[in-house]
């Protein structure tokens, strides 16, 4: 996987980073092309290689377990595992795509290696765009920021590199909040979507958490970007090339109309 430093995306980057009476928020998006980088292929073998392994186990214990004539709980077993949000896990398709956003993780928190704790289950399709948005522009709207007048046209940014009504969307929840690299830090909630693009190739890390305040320094105003770069501070003024980005057309996503048109807008 592949950064890509979009310099359209720091407007959006540093508005989702802020703190609220209780806790701080971290947020970010990051696109990255799904072109083999470095190690990646070595991953997406080691993954593969991991996947068939867990299907003989599953496999070998259903046997085990099962009357040697009830090949139903057999096919259950063999079922569950195989099934995944990425489609039947014995197609290489959808090994590949797993992979992807275990690299996508292990590229964005390069001090956390996500491919041996992980299992497509810790992910979920989505299947709405429409919903997606309306659960992120919520979430941010409960927390105090208004996405039509704080991020103005993010979707639409976003939707210019991504083609949002073409992607695949995931949503990431690990069963075991160990498995988040902020899970030891206080961690208190999270809300993570992945935009797979196949014939983009490119995916979209979309990310917010909710950090306990008493877990760091109330001095700490600036933002952080990849690997630690500074890409700018709290409050900071945007350029003029960035300020251009924002035209005061209609988006096409409804997030310039505020809170109100946008929950009118919502499909229950």
Known sequence: ????????????????????????????????????????????????N????????DLRLSEELSPPTDSKLQSKAVYQTLHSPFGPLDQV???????????????????????SVLRPTDFRR???????????????????????NTIPRMWDTIDSEMDLTDCNIYSY????????????????WSNIYFFFNKNKKRVCYLYLRGI????????ETGVWGLNGVRSGTMGESDSGDEADMWS???????????????VEGMEM
């Open 126 to 148: 989505e299947k709405n765009v429409r919903t997606v948005i309306n659960t992120f522009n919520t979430t941010l709207f409960n927390l105090g920021v208004n996405v039509g």
């Open 248 to 262: 005061d057309s209609k988006s096409i996503w409804g997030d310039d109309g505020g809170y109100d048109d946008m």
């Open 50 to 57: 991991t996947l068939t392994s867990r299907y003989e186990t």
């Open 93 to 115: 398709s959808a090994r590949k795509t797993f992979a992807y956003m275990i690299a996508t993780l292990n590229a964005s928190h390069p001090d956390y290696d996500f491919s």
């Open 1 to 48: 996987m592949k950064f890509l430093p979009l310099r359209k995306l720091d407007p959006i980057n540093r508005a989702l980073v802020f703190d609220t009476h209780d806790c701080r928020v971290i947020g970010g998006c990051e696109i990255y092309t799904t072109k083999a980088a470095g190690g990646d292929k070595k991953l997406y073998k080691s993954i593969s």
């Open 212 to 219: 306990s305040a008493l877990s760091h320094s109330p001095a």
């Open 173 to 188: 929840s690990p069963d075991n909040v160990s498995d988040d690299p902020y899970g030891e830090e206080g961690l208190i």
